[in-house]
């Protein structure tokens, strides 16, 4: 079964960047749907962006639309999201995830990562 490993988390001033990386290994990644979720404290994890297979079709949640890029490079394994114009907000931890099947929501992705911290400071 695929391992994802984040990387890229950290304390930002708003307003500033962050490029956040998933690593994949033990699986075929071209065969997943993936996704960034995000956590922050007391609240429930919620979707934050998600790409197909191919790349060639990608959603952002409404509060990210503008300011975060997905993306992903299946040559290597990996999963992007470049943060940009960051809130206070946006302070969460963030976690990359995929699927076998069609999933949207957190209960449908069948893998995760351990999540990377990501602080916006005001």
């Known amino acids: 079964q695929v391992q994802l490993v984040e990387s890229g988390g950290g304390l930002v001033q708003a307003g500033g960047s962050l490029r956040l990386s998933c690593v994949a290994s033990?699986?075929?990644?071209?065969?997943?749907?993936m996704a960034w979720f995000r956590q922050a404290p007391g609240k429930e994890r919620e979707s934050v962006a998600q790409?197909?297979?191919?790349?060639?079709?990608?959603y952002l949640a409404h509060s990210v639309e503008g300011r975060f890029i997905v993306s992903r490079d299946n040559a290597k394994n990996t999963l992007y999201l470049q943060m940009n114009s960051l809130k206070p907000e946006d302070t969460a931890v963030y976690y990359c995830?995929?699927?076998?099947?069609?999933?949207?929501?957190?209960?449908?992705?069948?893998?995760w990562g351990q999540g990377t911290q990501v602080t916006v400071s005001s």
């Open positions: 790409i197909t297979r191919g790349g060639g079709s990608t």
């Open positions: 033990r699986g075929r990644f071209s065969s997943y749907r």
């Open positions: 995830a995929a699927d076998t099947g069609f999933g949207f929501e957190p209960d449908e992705y069948d893998y």
